[in-house]
């Protein structure tokens, strides 16, 4: 059974900093992009940030370019979100996802962190 | 930009819905529809237009290419009501529908 726990979310006053983790099982972690995506009310379900399996390729949506940094570890199963000069619009529920054949196919979702960005 | 409609369906059980979405550029047959219940994450429905993902009913099917794309749901289940998304995984970045929710009439 395919296993996305995010964890590492919480309240965080405009320009700081979280980082978020995701613990993977259940499948082969490193044969797959991953993908972090991000629900709310205000603006709906957005993709943030994906990451090939082995990490050499990056990409990220323009409203967090330059502050969020995606990364993995495939020997320990598990992907980061490093989030700097938090907004409050980044205030969101934060899936981890991963991607069904490297397809952009959202295939399995964790059950979200929440990031609330407020002072 | 992915534009989805109707925003708001009133729908009963055993009804046949249909549900649109829009692209504002082609994206080929790159498209997925998703199902969120609410307090529950998004559920990978149909891929590639109309690939069933495993263990979805037959009752869902999806069409389309290009710029226009359905989802249908024939004889709609009370388990049915939900928001549905569109996505298109054409091109960076991914992008999703605003969705269409399914209430009970």
């Known amino acids: 059974e395919v296993r996305l726990v995010e964890s590492g979310g919480g309240v965080v006053q405009p320009g700081g900093s979280l980082r978020l983790s995701c613990a993977v099982s259940?499948?082969?972690?490193?044969?797959?992009?991953m993908h972090w995506v991000r629900q709310s009310p205000g603006k709906g379900l957005e993709c943030v940030s994906l990451i090939v399996w082995d990490g050499s390729t990056t990409s990220y949506a323009d409203s967090v370019k330059g502050r969020f940094i995606i990364s993995r570890d495939n020997k320990k199963n598990l992907l980061y979100l490093q989030m700097n000069s938090l907004r409050p619009e980044d205030t969101a529920l934060y899936y981890c996802?991963?991607?069904?054949?490297?397809?952009?196919?959202?295939?399995?979702w964790g059950q979200g962190v929440l990031v609330t960005v407020s002072s | 930009v992915m534009t989805q409609s109707p925003a708001t369906l009133s729908v009963s059980p055993g009804e046949r819905v249909t549900l649109s979405c829009r692209a504002s550029?082609?994206?080929?047959?790159?498209l997925a529809w998703y199902q969120q219940k609410s307090g529950q994450a998004p559920r990978l429905l149909i891929y590639?237009?109309?690939t069933r993902d495993t263990g979805v009913p037959a009752r869902f099917s999806g069409s389309g290419y290009g710029t226009e794309f359905t989802l249908t749901i024939s004889g709609l289940q009370s388990a049915d009501l939900a928001i549905y998304y569109c996505q298109q995984s054409d091109n960076w970045p991914y992008t999703f529908g605003q969705g269409s929710k399914l209430e009970i009439k």
């Open positions: 996802v991963k991607d069904m054949y490297n397809t952009g196919r959202l295939e399995n």
């Open positions: 259940g499948f082969k972690f490193e044969d797959n992009s």
């Open positions: 550029q082609s994206v080929g047959s790159s």
């Open positions: 590639g237009t109309s």
